[in-house]
């Protein structure tokens, strides 16, 4: 099983959060204290900005050869839950496609985005014209 990283936009900020330390921090040490020793297959990494500054806080699911998920509008003090069962479910996938009807409610509200697998491009060479 290959491991799933979820990118944890640390910038992110919310308007209506009065704490000092932005609301993609606090999300990242939530998701890191929930995490604990469990996580053997899933990878933490913060990421300066996602650029979805109208959907915060913002994740980011990704895995070599995985079609990669982004989602919005978690609640940095209540989501860790839901969003380390949607890794789960991404990591158990071959492709990263977790089916509609197995989804949390708040991947299914959430997604901004879904990007195909990267592939290894051609050589200048192997390109025709």
């Not at 308007?15 to 609301?23: F, G």
């Not at 996938?93 to 949390?104: A, F, H, Y």
């Amino acid at each position: 099983m290959t491991v799933t990283t979820i990118y944890v936009c640390t910038t992110c900020k919310t308007a209506e959060d009065p704490s000092p330390e932005r609301a993609g921090a606090r999300l990242m040490a939530a998701l890191a204290g929930a995490l604990g020793e469990d996580g053997a297959n899933i990878r933490l990494e913060g990421v300066e900005c996602l650029s979805v500054c109208k959907r915060p806080c913002t994740v980011a699911f990704g895995a070599p050869g995985k079609w990669t998920y982004v989602y919005g509008d978690f609640t940095p003090d209540t989501a860790p839950e839901t969003i380390l069962a949607g890794a789960a479910l991404y990591s158990a996938t071959d492709d990263g496609l977790i089916p509609w009807k197995q989804r949390p409610d708040a991947l299914k509200k959430g997604v901004i985005a879904r990007l195909p697998p990267s592939v290894s491009s051609p050589k200048a060479s192997e390109i025709t014209p």
